[in-house]
């Protein structure tokens, strides 16, 4: 049981390029999740998906799109990459009431 | 939407020394309160979580938190700390009824011998 796994850990863009996130979880959740950490704020949602097909978009969406592929999958996509989006990015599933997180994805744009 | 003030960015501990983080929050509806942690280089874990009924939590690692509605707070405490306690810690509400989280900007804790 590896719970909720990223890839990659790491990663250098040049602005304007393009990269996707994966995320994948075994546990059966149905409710999964994007944040993005930046030093001094939190974490701060991008993208969420309740369930299966369905995407909506959080807190700090510009920039960025999702798929949810499967139950199991949840993709972020950078189409264009900008230096504001040098930050760690973290999946998340949840259980019945908690998250539960991912190692993420340190991700630096130049 | 609910927001999540801590009130500390750092907070250094002589180890053995009794720890409070404090945590406050402002919802319009019901929510639950969580703790997470994070070592460094690593994902966030699950410390403890209130959902409802006795206001005081306790995690497995000697951590209690205790919630207080008048308040609107979720203070974490530990009596005695060790060096591995060193870590970031970020208190999360969710609203009950979408259980989406948010999180304050995290207090780093630094235990030193």
């Known amino acids: 049981n590896a719970g909720v796994t990223q890839t990659p850990k790491f990663q250098v863009l040049k602005t304007g390029q393009s990269m996707t996130l994966q995320c994948a979880q075994d546990?059966?959740?149905?409710?999964m999740y994007w944040y993005r950490q930046d030093p001094g704020m939190g974490l701060r949602l991008i993208y969420y998906s309740a369930s299966e097909g369905t995407t909506d978009k959080g807190e700090v969406p510009n920039g960025y799109n999702v798929s949810r592929l499967n139950k199991r999958e949840f993709s972020l996509r950078l189409e264009s990459a900008a230096p504001s989006q040098t930050s760690v990015y973290f999946c998340?599933?949840?259980?019945?009431?908690?998250?539960?997180f991912g190692p993420g994805t340190r991700l630096t744009v130049t | 939407a609910q927001s999540v003030t801590q009130l500390d960015s750092q907070v250094p501990v002589f180890e053995e020394a009794p720890v409070e983080l404090r945590c406050n929050y402002s919802?319009?509806?019901?929510?639950?309160l969580f703790w997470y942690v994070q070592y460094p280089n690593q994902g966030l874990q699950l410390l403890l979580k209130y959902l409802s009924g006795s206001t005081l939590v306790e995690s497995i690692n000697g951590f209690e938190a205790e919630f207080n509605k008048s308040q609107t707070s979720f203070h974490l405490r530990k009596p005695s700390v060790h060096i591995s306690d060193t870590a970031e810690y970020f208190c999360a509400v969710s609203r009950r009824n979408d259980y989406k989280l948010s999180f304050g900007a995290g207090t780093t804790v630094t235990v030193r011998a």
């Open positions: 546990m059966n959740h149905n409710s």
């Open positions: 919802s319009s509806v019901s929510v639950y």
């Open positions: 998340a599933s949840r259980g019945q009431y908690e998250q539960y």
